[in-house]
């Protein structure tokens, strides 16, 4: 049962373009949710990220936004470069018993934005 | 500083065989992650160490999977009797902990990429 789910496997975007990923998740109790990005042979980098007690975080040409009440939140990338071709993965957290946050990942989407 | 590395890159191994697969985290960070993305999948959580707590384990999809951290640092994800299907990139991350319930960053390492013949 998937808890985080990126319904879109790729996306194709022109460069100068806006780029929307979309994430949903299922579980109430998330209260932290992040973007990491994903080049090929590499480990995910950390994009941004947004708590629940807000409904949008904005760092540069990223902007992620959160709908609490449709359990959905979306990264934009404004505007849009090659070098940001990559996976994006969503992930979301929340407080286990002992004080911890692990994250829950989604399958990813991968983006490539063409010249 | 460097940031995590992991060994080696890319594992062969025939079915059957034991793998261990090594994390060095950057230094300083308390809490370790391993996790693994199978082909056209999301990082699957494994295994998370924080500073000298219990481990926790809930991640882990079978006793054939074990992972110790020495020291507080070095981290080694062991995989008896491979299967085929745990062929699958093997990732390890940490972060800093500065107070419990508090939300850090994850620093991943490159990855071990296992392939079960």
């Known amino acids: 049962d998937q808890q985080v789910k990126q319904n879109s496997p790729s996306l194709s975007v022109q460069e100068g373009r806006i780029s929307i990923l979309n994430c949903d998740y299922t579980n109430s109790m998330f209260d932290y949710f992040l973007w990491y990005k994903k080049y090929p042979a590499e480990g995910p980098t950390f994009l941004i990220s947004?708590?629940?007690?807000?409904d949008k975080n904005e760092d540069g040409r990223f902007t992620v936004f959160l709908n609490k009440s449709a359990k959905h939140l979306s990264l934009h990338i404004v505007p849009s470069q090659p070098g940001d071709s990559a996976v994006y993965f969503c992930?979301?957290?929340?407080?286990?018993?002992?004080?911890?946050?692990?994250?829950?990942f989604g399958r990813g989407t991968s983006l490539i934005v063409h010249p | 500083g460097a940031g995590v590395s992991q060994s080696p890159s890319n594992k062969v191994t025939e079915k059957g065989k034991d793998v261990e697969l090594r994390c060095d985290p950057i230094?300083?960070?308390?809490?370790l992650y391993w996790y693994r993305q199978s082909l056209g999948q999301g990082l699957e959580f494994l295994i998370y160490f924080q500073g000298n707590s219990a481990p926790d384990k809930s991640g882990l999809p079978s006793d054939r999977f074990s992972a110790e951290r020495t020291g507080g640092s070095v981290s080694t994800l062991t995989i008896q009797r491979t299967q085929q299907e745990d062929s699958a990139v093997y990732l390890c991350a940490s972060s800093l902990v500065r107070g419990q319930g508090t939300q850090e960053t994850q620093y991943f390492g490159p990855g071990t990429r296992l392939l079960v013949l």
């Open positions: 947004i708590s629940s007690i807000k």
């Open positions: 992930a979301a957290s929340a407080l286990k018993s002992g004080g911890s946050y692990i994250p829950t």
């Open positions: 230094s300083g960070h308390t809490a």
